[in-house]
């Protein structure tokens, strides 16, 4: 498809208490109907709404974190997690929870991919179309 | 609007969906459907059960392609065509299933 | 493919302007809005600091009626960084294939 453009959600805060990273969620699931070129980005405090195991019953919130291992089913595959940021913060891979797609095999791959700031910035770089978040 | 089940009131949001999801139960999808003029057969749990799956996994109301897609895997290719799902549920299967399995309406139904 | 990042928040308040410039690449634009623009100051010598050694690859930019709302006269404003006006901002954008917003 020749229109077809690179759009990369870019997400930088935590979960819960601002509704932006819901809001992205809900815009990605609703622009997979276009058939685009899609990537997510994570970075800053936004590296906090891949942690795994996330219980949001106490806060009296829905518990969205479950729509990202959803993402393959609407061809999103591509996320893209910024190492600096986990670090930062403490964190590492281990401490996030697992994303896959299938290709057309059937076959599940993994979805996450760790990157350094240098290539989260060419990767921004080489967008048609970036969304904030 | 809501629904009258066994002498209660559930509520329901003005499309019909369900605003509290613990109350659905196989009884209440049964008055749901009637409201929906749609008749409950095998098939029909079939989908509304797979629908019921996938939201207790991921929290969330699949879009059509994505239910098609889905069913595809799990219960072969002739029970996942469009076709298929639209003459069980006439007025789109995302949109009818859902409200009958109790779900929101889902999202990036457009 | 040159990006225009803007930055609407105050760097003493979080860190959106610290990430914008760490993810700028040579020949990007960043543009300080709305509440960032009290980073902007010559005198805040941390966030000073972070533009000037932003600025041989990138480009600084800050709005000016941002700036005179909050009572910050442009001779203030970091030496290299340029001021400029809504056409300015319209420019700007015009000028790159895209824009982004560090929020």
Avoid at chain 1, 57 to 67: E, H, L, R, S
Wanted: a negative charge; hydrophobic letters at 40%; glycine letters at 6%.
């Amino acid at each position: 498809m020749s229109d077809t453009k690179r759009f990369l959600y870019v997400n930088r805060k935590a979960p819960h208490g601002t509704i932006y990273a819901l809001e992205s969620l809900e815009v990605v699931l609703i622009g997979a109907a276009f058939e685009q070129d899609v990537s997510l980005a994570f970075l800053d405090d936004g590296v906090f709404q891949l942690i795994k195991k996330q219980a949001t019953t106490g806060i009296g919130v829905k518990n969205f974190a479950p729509v990202y291992r959803a993402l393959g089913d609407y061809d999103v595959k591509k996320i893209f997690v910024e190492r600096e940021s986990l670090e930062e913060r403490g964190l590492s891979e281990d401490d996030l929870m697992e994303i896959v797609h299938e290709d057309d095999e059937e076959e599940e791959h993994n979805s996450i991919e760790i990157v350094d700031r240098a290539r989260m910035a060419e990767i921004m770089a080489a967008q048609d179309v970036i969304l904030s978040f | 609007m809501g629904y009258q089940w066994n002498g209660q009131e559930i509520a329901a949001d003005e499309e019909g969906y369900l605003t509290d999801l613990s109350q659905w139960n196989p009884e209440l999808a049964l008055l749901i459907a009637e409201d929906e003029k749609v008749a409950m057969t095998d098939e029909h749990w079939e989908v509304v059960n797979f629908l019921r799956e996938y939201y207790d996994e991921y929290q969330i109301a699949p879009a059509i392609r994505v239910l098609t897609k889905a069913l595809k895997k799990k219960l072969g290719e002739e029970k996942s065509t469009n076709k298929y799902l639209y003459d069980l549920f006439p007025y789109g299967p995302a949109k009818q299933a859902c409200k009958i399995a109790g779900l929101p309406k889902p999202t990036g139904c457009v | 493919m040159s990006t225009l990042h803007t930055v609407n928040k105050s760097p003493f308040e979080r860190g959106s302007l610290a990430s914008a410039l760490a993810h700028a690449l040579p020949g990007d634009a960043v543009l300080l809005i709305e509440d960032a623009v009290v980073g902007a100051r010559a005198a805040a010598s941390k966030t000073a600091e972070m533009m000037k050694a932003a600025m041989p690859a990138c480009s600084l930019y800050v709005l000016g009626p941002d700036l005179s709302a909050r009572g910050i006269p442009s001779t203030d404003v970091v030496e290299g960084v340029t001021v400029v006006d809504y056409p300015g901002f319209v420019d700007l954008v015009a000028g790159h294939d895209k824009t982004q917003a560090w929020l």
